[in-house]
T-cell receptor, first 110, second 115 residues
Framework: TQLLEQSPQFLSIQEGENLTVYCNSSSVFSSLQWYRQEPGEGPVLLVTVVTGGEVKKLKRLTFQFGDARKDSSLHITAAQTGDTGLYLCAGVNRDDKIIFGKGTRLHILP | ETGVTQTPRHLVMGMTNKKSLKCEQHLGHNAMYWYKQSAKKPLELMFVYNFKEQTENNSVPSRFSPECPNSSHLFLHLHTLQPEDSALYLC??????????????FGPGTRLTVL
């Protein structure tokens, strides 16, 4: 059974600080997606990474796919209160099956 | 309406009730999905429909019965549920059913409580 472990489960930091959250697996994925989910809403796709070692930037968010395509990280620079939410990673394997992690619940304090 | 809509947003039902969840997408997509999101568990894909045909059923108990009358509408019929079925049920759609190359758009979900 393929699993995606996300860490930390919870993170509460002050506005303006930097943070990194992680998504790890022992399995290889064809692609990996990051979502943000706000209370009362469904997840919204932030980015998809496909190539090992790939780095994508979305304003203050930097996403990296591990060289072996087994792990990924999301780094937020100068966090803002609007970044608060549940961050989910999801891997798509060679059989086109999608596996989600449990998520990191991020709270940015004003 | 735009995007993916779900009704009702909240539902409380007894174990002997029969109810249905509705999902509608206004994006012209061909694939639709039902997911279950429980506390402390990863998001679980339940069913996949592509061009109205069910292409995936991830060992979901028969008390959950999906229906896809057309590419824009998806239902989840519920009967004799258990308290552990309480969760947020999310609907999603994508242009086609290939998960690797297609972005999924999620609805806001139905928060289901089974008493």
């Amino acid at each position: 059974t393929q699993l995606l472990e996300q860490s930390p489960q919870f993170l509460s930091i002050q506005e303006g600080e930097n943070l990194t959250v992680y998504c790890n697996s022992s399995s290889v994925f064809s692609s990996l997606q990051w979502y943000r989910q706000e209370p009362g809403e469904g997840p919204v796709l932030l980015v998809t990474v496909v190539t090992g070692g790939e780095v994508k930037k979305l304003k203050r968010l930097t996403f990296q796919f591990g060289d072996a395509r087994k792990d990924s990280s999301l780094h937020i620079t100068a966090a803002q209160t609007g970044d608060t939410g549940l961050y989910l990673c999801a891997g798509v394997n060679r059989d086109d099956k999608i596996i989600f992690g449990k998520g990191t619940r991020l709270h940015i304090l004003p | 309406e735009t995007g993916v809509t779900q009704t009702p947003r909240h539902l409380v039902m007894g174990m002997t009730n029969k109810k249905s969840l509705k999902c509608e997408q206004h994006l012209g997509h061909n694939a639709m999905y039902w997911y279950k999101q429980s506390a402390k568990k990863p998001l679980e894909l339940m069913f996949v429909y592509n061009f109205k045909e069910q292409t995936e059923n991830n060992s979901v108990p028969s008390r959950f019965s999906p229906e896809c009358p057309n590419s824009s509408h998806l239902f989840l019929h519920l009967h004799t549920l258990q308290p552990e079925d309480s969760a947020l049920y999310l609907c999603a759609s994508s242009q086609d059913s290939g998960l690797a190359g297609n972005e999924q758009f999620f609805g806001p979900g139905t928060r289901l409580t089974v008493l």
